[in-house]
């Protein structure tokens, strides 16, 4: 196959390291029609390469089709006198949302058509989807470009129309009604793409009269709105990555002021909910892995303790009901649920011996004893369960359908590999129980390691096919994210980022060292600022992976941290630095991947890219497509697959996602 190739147009970046020369600068201005030529060039490579494997890629694709119920309907929700439920169809993109008044009529009555909605666009996400309080109306946002620009519209459920009221350039960061339905709180974005102001809209009123409520001018802080449990308050969220600041808004007197809870101080975060009678707040105020507090709802700045801090239980949320308090938290790289009852009694909840996810399901309702969770491992798939707080017995309400599975024949174990510093890092493996632990078996290992996410094991049928095949696959736990507490963290971000790249790459040799894996055939994958833990670890020691997948991977990091007028920029340099000045300037160019792409062999890469895309710009995996093709000394596959009409989550729709799931296992498969 002929390979495109990018022109060279000399550009050089003033930085405090000294001057950079990037002649493949120029790709940042889509203006420019060789911008455009160039990423359909590499489009139609792409392409290429896959229709060599068009075999492949269909029976995967079958395969993945043939495991999923393709008509299904979810567990029903009660919430007040209605149960709300989604359902699929056969041959159709989208989840049809409906409610009826029993669980065995959720589906009777139609609330909003996803499939219908998304006619006529290559691209469809849903944004906002809330209930008004009286159940009449559904306040719901699309996306049908990628971008992250919602239209929000208020349906009339039962006549099944939209209102007049139509709201333009709204974002993802909630939506809330004020207690008689007559408002509607959302959020809005800057020009840098920040979500910064909280506008509040009167139903049958335009666009234009709506009233800001709240904005925040700091570029660091995003903004946030959402109901609390109760659906007495409307809290106002702001918060960096440091720092976090809550108002209040009482949902029966919608246009009274937002009253601010506590004023943000420097590395104190906290987020608030209400509990009935008082409020509770989550807060690492002298808690490093957080504690909760109470208020009265006459003093919600005035603290006391809760639940005391545990080091290394990180406690990341609460949810209230009316006689308990339940507790999200992570401990020894295990998500878990801790229930707190009004006598103050504390019990932890037994879900799953097995390193799994768990987590808080739609709980719709107040009174209740019951807490509904959401459950899967890597070989369990994604469960509903209730949890009945009076007598601890727990009820699987449903588990998703895996069709032509036979889930006995997979099996799955928990290592911990020693980083270079002595530090266990922990890895999950999942295989099929034929593959030998031998030292033979090719592995594609993830990871992510960023923002303080925590990676717990989730079940995927497209795994199995890779699985079927006897890859092993294998979940990397490298700090930067949140799984062993905020610690961490601290200890994978600014000027200890290395840390997530040699965890990462101590993970694979103690995956080689022990047999689990062939040392010759280890593939990596990550997306966003997963991309850059592949791009990091493919420049750091690129003759460790046979192949790699990085998806809008955050690659040129040295120059988009460099450009604040750039979207997101002012606000990440609290996770990576600020490289226009040292000592973050030469410790970031130390292990970005573009400017860390030298001379020499690479394994066979797959990028992918989104031009829509306003988290990871469609330049930066184009741009280091175009200086790997530059450099490397090796001709092993190198394709990148830029969505033209999409952004950063790729293709909408699940056929088309299973369709781009297929091609990457195809990749992974025939370059492993």
């Keep these: 196959m002929s390979e495109p190739s990018a022109k060279r147009v000399p550009h050089v970046w003033n930085r405090p390291t000294g001057e950079t020369h990037d002649h493949f600068a120029w790709l940042r201005d889509r203006d420019d029609p060789d911008t455009v030529r160039y990423l359909e060039a590499e489009n139609a490579h792409a392409d290429e390469f896959f229709a060599g494997h068009a075999g492949l890629v269909s029976e995967l694709f079958d395969e993945i089709k043939s495991r999923v119920q393709e008509t299904d309907v979810a567990a029903p929700v009660p919430k007040a006198d209605w149960f709300y439920s989604a359902r699929t169809e056969e041959g159709q993109s989208y989840p049809i949302h409906c409610r009826g008044r029993s669980v065995a009529s959720a589906t009777d009555e139609l609330v909003l058509d996803q499939n219908a909605e998304a006619e006529g666009h290559e691209f469809f996400d849903l944004g906002a989807f809330e209930i008004s309080p009286d159940h009449r109306l559904v306040a719901w946002s699309m996306d049908t470009r990628g971008d992250e620009h919602y239209t929000l519209r208020i349906r009339d459920i039962a006549h099944q129309r939209d209102l007049d009221d139509e709201l333009t350039d709204t974002t993802w960061a909630g939506v809330a009604w004020s207690h008689d339905g007559t408002h509607l709180f959302y959020v809005e974005a800057d020009e840098q793409e920040r979500p910064y102001r909280v506008m509040r809209h009167r139903l049958g009123t335009p666009q234009s009269d709506d009233v800001e409520v709240y904005a925040d001018h700091d570029e660091r802080f995003f903004v946030g709105v959402e109901a609390t449990r109760s659906a007495e308050w409307i809290v106002i969220h702001t918060g960096s990555r440091t720092s976090s600041e809550c108002r209040l808004v009482p949902a029966a007197d919608p246009t009274a002021p937002a009253q601010?809870?506590?004023?943000?101080?420097?590395?104190?975060?906290?987020?608030?909910?209400?509990?009935?009678?008082?409020?509770?707040?989550?807060?690492?105020?002298?808690?490093?892995?957080?504690?909760?507090?109470?208020?009265?709802?006459?003093?919600?700045?005035?603290?006391?303790?809760?639940?005391?801090?545990?080091?290394?239980?990180?406690?990341?949320?609460?949810?209230?009901?009316?006689?308990?308090?339940?507790?999200?938290?992570?401990?020894?790289?295990?998500?878990?649920?801790?229930?707190?009852?009004?006598?103050?009694?504390?019990?932890?909840?037994?879900?799953?011996?097995?390193?799994?996810?768990?987590?808080?399901?739609?709980?719709?309702?107040?009174?209740?004893?019951?807490?509904?969770?959401?459950?899967?491992?890597?070989?369990?798939?994604?469960?509903?369960?209730?949890?009945?707080?009076?007598?601890?017995?727990?009820?699987?309400?449903?588990?998703?359908?895996?069709?032509?599975?036979?889930?006995?024949?997979?099996?799955?174990?928990?290592?911990?590999?020693?980083?270079?510093?002595?530090?266990?890092?922990?890895?999950?493996?999942?295989?099929?129980?034929?593959?030998?632990?031998?030292?033979?078996?090719?592995?594609?290992?993830?990871?992510?390691?960023?923002?303080?996410?925590?990676?717990?094991?989730?079940?995927?049928?497209?795994?199995?096919?890779?699985?079927?095949?006897?890859?092993?696959?294998?979940?990397?736990?490298?700090?930067?994210?949140?799984?062993?507490?905020?610690?961490?963290?601290?200890?994978?971000?600014?000027?200890?980022?290395?840390?997530?790249?040699?965890?990462?790459?101590?993970?694979?040799?103690?995956?080689?060292?022990?047999?689990?894996?062939?040392?010759?055939r280890i593939a990596i994958r990550g997306g966003s600022a997963g991309g850059l833990l592949v791009g990091a670890c493919v420049t750091m020691e690129p003759e460790r992976f046979r192949s790699a997948v990085a998806e809008v991977p955050f690659v040129d990091v040295v120059t988009t941290m460099s450009d604040a007028s750039l979207p997101l920029t002012v606000t990440e340099w609290e996770e990576w630095g600020d490289p226009r000045s040292e000592p973050a300037a030469s410790y970031i160019e130390n292990y970005s991947p573009y400017d860390n792409t030298t001379p020499g062999d690479y394994p066979a890469l797959m990028i992918t890219a989104g031009l829509n895309d306003p988290r990871v710009s469609y330049h930066e995996p184009a741009k280091w497509t175009a200086r790997l093709r530059e450099v490397r000394t090796n001709d092993a596959p190198l394709i990148l697959r830029t969505e033209m009409g999409a952004g950063h989550a790729g293709p909408s729709g699940r056929y088309e996602a299973w369709r781009d799931e297929a091609r990457v296992l195809t990749f992974l498969l025939v370059t492993t």
Excluded at 299 to 321: C, D, M, N, S, Y
Excluded at 382 to 402: C, F, L, Y
């Design 260 to 520: 601010c809870v506590r004023e943000r101080t420097d590395d104190v975060e906290y987020q608030i909910d209400h509990w009935g009678d008082r409020f509770v707040i989550v807060t690492n105020d002298d808690a490093v892995d957080f504690r909760v507090m109470e208020a009265t709802e006459n003093a919600p700045g005035t603290w006391t303790e809760l639940i005391p801090h545990q080091e290394g239980r990180r406690i990341t949320g609460v949810e209230p009901f009316e006689r308990f308090l339940a507790i999200h938290e992570w401990n020894r790289a295990q998500p878990m649920i801790r229930v707190l009852d009004r006598s103050g009694e504390q019990r932890v909840l037994e879900i799953d011996p097995a390193p799994h996810d768990v987590g808080f399901g739609p709980n719709a309702q107040w009174d209740t004893d019951v807490v509904r969770l959401t459950h899967q491992s890597l070989t369990t798939p994604a469960r509903v369960i209730d949890v009945d707080m009076s007598n601890g017995a727990i009820t699987v309400v449903k588990e998703t359908p895996t069709p032509n599975v036979d889930l006995d024949r997979y099996v799955a174990s928990r290592h911990w590999a020693t980083a270079d510093d002595g530090t266990q890092v922990p890895v999950d493996v999942v295989r099929h129980v034929d593959t030998p632990l031998d030292g033979t078996a090719p592995c594609c290992v993830y990871g992510y390691g960023s923002y303080e996410v925590s990676m717990a094991p989730w079940f995927s049928v497209a795994r199995l096919s890779l699985l079927d095949r006897g890859t092993v696959w294998a979940l990397a736990h490298p700090r930067g994210g949140g799984e062993l507490g905020r610690s961490w963290y601290l200890d994978g971000k600014l000027q200890a980022k290395r840390n997530t790249f040699t965890d990462t790459l101590a993970a694979c040799e103690h995956l080689a060292s022990t047999g689990i894996a062939n040392r010759d």
